[in-house]
C-alpha cells in the first residue's frame, strides 16, 4: 500500500472556493517536493480550464472516458490521460461528458468502486491525489466517491 494521500474538496454549494483550494492546495504541496495528482471531478471542467486548458470539450481522454472503460472492464494503461500543468502538478482533465458517465453508474452494480479503481491504478505513482467534486451532496459525491474511499482510506 503506497503513502499516497487521497483528498476529496466537496460542498454541496457552488462557487464557494472547491477548486481555488485544489488548485492552491496542489500548487503548495508541490513547492513542498510533493507529487501530485488532481483530479477534475466536476463536468462544467473548471480545474481542467484554470490550469490551462483552453477547450476542455475538445479532449478525446477525460475521467469520463476512463470511469466508462473500468465500467466495461477494459484494462487501463497506468497514467493515460494523465497531463502535466505548467505548475509542475499533474492533471486527470475533465469536461461536460462526466454528465453522461454520471447518469451511466446509476445502474451499475459497483459503481462506488469506480473512481477508486482508477484512483488505486495511479495512486502509488503519487504522494496527494486531490479530488475537485462537483457542488453536490447527491448521488454522484456521497455513491460515486465518498462511500468508495470511505472504508479503504483516511479521508480528510
Ligand atoms: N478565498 C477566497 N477569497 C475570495 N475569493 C475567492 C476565494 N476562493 C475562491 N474565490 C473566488 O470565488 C469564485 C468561486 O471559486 P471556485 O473555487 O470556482 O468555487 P467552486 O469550485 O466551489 O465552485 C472564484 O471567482 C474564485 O476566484
Ligand atoms: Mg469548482
Same mark, same amino acid.
Given at each position: 500500500m503506497s503513502d499516497c494521500k487521497v483528498i476529496a474538496i466537496t /460542498?454541496?454549494? &457552488? &462557487?464557494?472556493?472547491?477548486t481555488t483550494t485544489t488548485v492552491n492546495l496542489g500548487a503548495g504541496l508541490v513547492r513542498q517536493g510533493k507529487k501530485v495528482l488532481l483530479v477534475d471531478a466536476d463536468p462544467q471542467g473548471s480545474l481542467t480550464v484554470s490550469l490551462g486548458i483552453k477547450k476542455p470539450d475538445e479532449l478525446n481522454s477525460t475521467l469520463a472516458n476512463i470511469m466508462q472503460s473500468i465500467v $466495461?472492464?477494459? #484494462? =487501463?494503461?497506468? &497514467?493515460?490521460? *494523465? =497531463? !502535466?500543468? $505548467?505548475? &509542475?502538478?499533474y492533471l486527470m482533465p475533465s469536461n *461536460? #461528458? =462526466?454528465?453522461? *458517465?454520471? *447518469? !451511466? =453508474?446509476? /445502474?451499475e452494480m459497483s459503481r462506488e468502486r469506480v473512481l477508486k479503481t482508477y484512483v488505486d491504478t495511479v495512486r502509488d505513482k503519487y504522494d496527494y491525489i486531490l479530488i475537485d467534486c462537483m457542488p453536490s451532496l447527491g448521488i454522484f459525491i456521497t455513491d460515486f466517491i465518498l462511500n468508495g474511499f470511505i472504508t479503504h482510506y483516511n479521508i480528510y
Open positions: /460542498n454541496q454549494k &457552488g &462557487g464557494v472556493g472547491k $466495461e472492464d477494459k #484494462e =487501463l494503461l497506468s &497514467g493515460f490521460g *494523465i =497531463l !502535466r500543468t $505548467e505548475d &509542475g502538478m *461536460i #461528458e =462526466l454528465s453522461g *458517465i454520471k *447518469i !451511466r =453508474l446509476v /445502474n
